[in-house]
């Protein structure tokens, strides 16, 4: 299954503008309302891809994890991450992870996150072998 993380508020969809308001939620800490949310209790590994913005995943994402936080008081029972396995991985202009994949370990108590992968944005298109490679690695 494949559901993607959108904001209620949609983005420009112009590059650099688009990354100003990144760089504007990330500056302030924002919390991104989503537009709809995804019920993981069924899921046993979830992958999660995202673009690092200034070595750092979008606010987009903390708020989506936060939905999933065991001391949130709107906790739904068996909505969080006991027992998954998390895969991150992210494209990016020189900061590989960054500390991404750091903040995924300690927002997601009780998962297991896998090593992540970064592919440099210009290597997209000729990085299926690294991906095949990361997923021997991290999955067998």
């Known amino acids: 299954d494949i559901f993607e993380i959108v904001a209620e508020k949609e983005y420009p969809f112009n ?38 913005w200034w070595g750092d995943m979008p606010m987009i994402l903390y708020t989506f994890f936060d939905n999933y936080d065991l001391s949130n008081k709107t906790f739904l029972e068996g909505k969080d991450f006991t027992n998954k396995k998390i895969l991150p991985f992210c494209t990016h202009e020189g900061s590989g992870l960054g500390k991404s994949e750091s903040d995924i370990k300690k927002i997601t108590s009780g998962a297991k996150v896998l090593k992540g992968l970064a592919i440099n944005g210009s290597e997209v298109n000729n990085s299926e072998g690294k991906i095949r490679k990361w997923l021997e690695e991290v999955l067998e």
Not at 28 to 41: A, P
Not at 42 to 50: K, P, Q, R, V
Request: aromatic residues 10%; proline residues 3%.
């Open 15 to 52: 590059y650099n503008e688009c990354i100003e308001i990144a760089k504007k939620e990330l500056r302030e800490n924002s919390k991104i309302k989503l537009k709809q949310d995804i019920d993981i209790k069924e899921y046993d590994t979830i992958f999660i891809g995202y673009p690092n």
